[in-house]
Antibody
């Protein structure tokens, strides 16, 4: 049974870098059958796709966030990570990690989400 | 790219049917048959209800159906039940491995 668990600081200061990790259990991050990614949701607002990473390490980002976002994979720990630099209050959100089968154009598996607040 | 357009709220009585629309452009909804719909309860992660416009994942009741016409996709829930009350989001592939979500629709079961 696949489990995705987000972890990281719940509070980040403005202008600093937000860092989150998604730990994968019940599946291998190295599998060529899936792609992984991040989605966020500001409090009381809608969902926003952040980016996705594929087994061949191709990474695609939301154009509106591309200059500040980095997604990477650590196969030795079966984890993937998200970094958002120069954060502002607008980056306050619940951050979800996700997995989907290659060729399926939808988010089939979600983590439980973690709230990150940007505040001094 | 701009977010897809959904009505902020819809409502219906138990047993009735409701339809939620999701309007985009020819570059996203109209250009690909890759529209998905998600149900989200307060404080919970979203759950996929429909993908590829009209496919249902295993375990999703057939009361949920999806369709698309031009640049507008729709989610129809028939035989409304109390536990269908939730927020619903559409999502569309927009090319170049980019995804767009709608703003979300709150469904109230009267």
């Amino acid at each position: 049974q696949l489990q995705l668990q987000e972890s990281g600081p719940g509070l980040v200061k403005p202008s600093e870098t937000l860092s989150l990790t998604c730990t994968v259990s019940g599946g291998s991050i190295s599998s060529s059958n899936y792609y992984w990614g991040w989605i966020r949701q500001p409090p009381g607002k809608g969902l926003e796709w952040i980016g996705s990473i594929y087994y061949n390490e191709r990474i695609y980002y939301n154009p509106s966030l591309k200059s500040r976002v980095t997604i990477s994979v650590d196969t030795s720990k079966n984890q993937f990570s998200l970094k958002v630099s120069s954060v502002t209050a607008a980056d306050t959100a619940v951050y979800y990690c996700m997995r989907s089968p290659l060729g399926v154009y939808a988010t089939m598996s979600w983590g439980q989400g973690t709230l990150v607040t940007v505040s001094s | 790219q701009s977010a897809l357009t959904q009505p902020r709220s819809v409502s219906g009585s138990p047993g009735q049917s409701v339809t939620i629309s999701c309007t985009g452009t020819s570059s996203d909804v109209g250009g690909y048959n890759y529209v998905s719909w998600y149900q989200q309860y307060p404080g919970k992660a979203p759950k996929v209800m429909i993908y590829d416009v009209s496919k249902r994942p295993s375990g999703v009741p057939d009361r949920f159906s999806g369709s698309k016409s031009g640049n507008t996709a729709s989610l129809t829930i028939s035989g409304l039940q109390a536990d269908d009350e939730a927020d619903y989001y559409c999502c569309s592939y927009a090319g170049s491995y980019i995804w767009l979500f709608g703003g979300g629709t709150k469904l109230t079961v009267l």
